[in-house]
């Protein structure tokens, strides 16, 4: 207003007008900056970051950020869960179905030393996360305070980055490095330790500005197009070629890019357990799962190609089993973001750097519209002689005991393939990952590199946040959920709608398997007993049934998906049925087997 | 060149890491190396010749491809701004050694001036009842002082990390500038295996 008045009794006087305009404005930037405590400031990274849910637990010290939180309600969703570790495994989930970064918050000591074994998972399997965890004021940093832990190095060899803030004014700078880091080159999960001191202090906010340079890290690497012109010759004068990809084409969001190259290049693919539904299951060149319990003809045909090409994958040992007999007739094409990828484990005859979502395209337009009918025809034969073995005793028994395979299948045909699917770890993974059926990109979660048993629960959890309109069904084994069995209220609470279902075999199945194959018949402490576990759903408020019998597969599966909200299923499976084809392990893997005899 | 030799050899690398002063940093760099049971023979931090990058100078005993890929694996930490490893033969290298004697004996038995003028020794401090000596050079003359001076009563010895220039590098203000530029920088791995896919499987 007073502006105005001066502007009436000046108005002959433009200068004065203008000296005066310019003063306000002054004054107004200096009004800008605002003194804001560092526990708003995190929100406020957030919300400038597009975040919209966090999963987390409070605790002594990270109060000061959930009291700031508590006039966020409106913009930042909270999931309290249960455990610690399941608030990494939610966000994992999310980030895994979203191509989002996942938010989590935890407390000093326990809160953060509960999440290391999701920092792990997420490192092996590059999810990105960003983890607050809260610590002691920096006065008592050492002295081994109450719930002091040193965070920072617990977790320095299973982050990308983290780092210990203990004074306010840094906080926008180093969240905005946190998200750039956690999201970019090749993804992976940041903690950020904020001392309770800092979360309280006040400082002057100069706005949050986002991060897309820091000088030390490299996200990409330079593309370098004669090593692309060589790949591409490689290719084109190839007889047998062979594609296989892993999650770097989901990271990259790369998959059309990729569908494109197959199809031009006539390539038949196959895909590591992280590089399945990249592509849809069911198209054409498409050739089914490498690795350990991966389908037959990918493993045993890797060793008859002449050029092998490697999309985003890192040749992990359940991919390839023994090295010195893996590929060895073929010429290696490896495309991939991180360079510290190539040549670790299996050498690249052409390295390609790069991000394959600007890679990709250009080997396409280099490659030569090609079609390999008998090569493709020896992978049908291969799948033909695993469907006599393998696929038919899954999926038609002989007994009336049912298999985890009857149960993948029912799904398939009542999701058509465009559920996400969130497994845990051991055979009902396998199997899961043998028979599901995907349509669209990001809907196979699982734990691949660390293979962490009672992730399911939670990453579903977190999957069903990460993609609200969609079916999120956990197939978990009975082991494998009584790991993190305390989520369901977590369930219980916010109601995220997932559907539950547990293959019961009543084992520890995949060790239970090993300890029969290879330490004969020694069962060693993997006879499980289980809760009656529709009861505990009950007693958590949701749904359930428990399921033995063939003609009731389909209706009650029906039945849950139908169901509006939260669902256990709990399947009673056959006790001893084992996961083939195998590749053993110290085997070569054209040494796979389809089958007991076969040891 | 011996393609098979340069890869089977164990023998001694020296690491040089550029990197953002940071706390923290050194673990992060440090267990690269313990994961994989690897002993760190010599580690030395220090200013570079840019302002505000730090230099590792590391020493490991190692066959190439193992340092290779511990190189990679080093520069892909956010704050690592390069690697570079070096045979013996690629760098100039020092140590520095301090040598604690009882200046009794050694005034009286001892020709001080030979030892000085032999070992390039210089004596730092002499008190009445200790002398500390100063000799700076490769391990086997640092290791033969010790040798010398041992009969006549060592009281206290400590041997710095090695500090080692590139013979080729033309420093690193250059290669900054690139890095401070926001596009993809130039510098990738060159792939010395291109091509010699039969050798490369043999091993």
Known sequence: ???????????????????????????????????????????????????????????????????????????????????????????????????????????????????????????????????????????????????????????????????????????????????????????????????????????????????????????????????????????????????????????????????????????????????????????????????????????????????????????DDRVTGRLDKYAKQAKVIHLDIDPSEIDKNVKATVPVWGDCKETLPILTDLVQQKVYPQWLQKFTDCMKKEEGKCIKAEMNPDTEILTMGEVITAINELTKGEAVIVTDVGQHQMVACRYAEYNKSKSNITSGGLGTMGFALPAAIGAKYGAQERTVIAIIGDGGIQMTIQELGTIMQFKPEVKIIILNNKFLGMVRQWQELFHQNRYSFVNIESPDFVMVAKGYGIEGKSISKREDVKTVLKEMLDHKGSFLLEVIVGKENNVFPMVPQGRGVAEVVLGKDEL | MNFKNIIMNKQEYTITVYTENQIGLLNRIAIIFSRRKINIESLNTSPSEVDSVHRFTIVINEIEDVVRKLCRQIEKQVEVLKAYYNTNEEIIWMELALYKVPTEIIAEEVKVERLLSQFGAKAVVIRKDYTVFEVSGQREETDAFIKVLEPYGLIEFVRSARVAIIKDSDGFHKKLKSFEYKEPGETVIENEFLDKNQEVFSM
């Open chain 1, 1 to 315: 207003m007073w502006v105005q008045q001066i502007c009436l009794v000046f108005i002959e006087n433009k200068n004065i007008i203008m000296d005066t305009l310019e003063l306000t404005k002054e004054k107004k930037t200096k009004a800008a900056i605002e003194n804001i405590s560092g526990s708003e400031a995190v929100l406020r990274a957030f919300v400038a970051e597009g975040v919209d849910i966090i999963f987390g637990y409070p605790g002594g010290a990270i109060m000061p950020i959930y009291d700031a939180l508590y006039d966020y309600n409106d913009r930042l969703q909270h999931i309290l869960v249960r455990h610690e570790q399941g608030a990494i495994h939610a966000a994992q989930g999310f980030a895994r179905v979203s191509g989002r970064t996942g938010v989590v918050f935890a407390t000093s000591g326990p809160g953060a030393t509960n999440l290391v074994t999701g920092l792990a998972d997420a490192m092996i399997d590059s999810t990105p996360v960003v983890c607050i965890t809260g610590q002691v004021f920096a006065h008592l940093l050492g002295t081994d305070a109450f719930q002091e832990t040193d965070v920072i190095n617990i977790t320095t060899p299973v982050t990308k980055w983290n780092y210990q803030v203990t004074d306010a004014k840094e906080i926008p700078s180093v969240l905005a490095k946190a998200f750039y880091i956690a999201g970019s080159g090749r993804p992976g999960p940041v903690l950020i330790d904020i001392t309770k001191n800092a979360q309280l202090q006040l400082f002057e906010y100069e706005g949050y500005k986002k991060c897309d340079h820091i000088r030390s890290y490299r996200p990409k690497p330079i593309v370098r197009k004669e090593y692309i012109e060589q790949a591409a010759k490689m290719i084109n004068e190839a007889e047998r070629p062979f594609v296989i990809f892993g999650q770097g084409v989901i990271l990259g969001k790369a998959e059309k890019e990729f569908q494109k190259f197959i199809e031009k290049a006539g390539i038949p693919a196959a895909w590591t357990i992280l590089g399945m539904s990249a592509i849809p299951t069911n198209h054409p060149l498409a050739v089914g799962m490498l690795g350990m319990h991966g389908n037959y003809g990918p493993n045993l045909l890797t060793n008859e190609c002449d050029v092998l090409i490697a999309i985003g994958m890192r040749f």
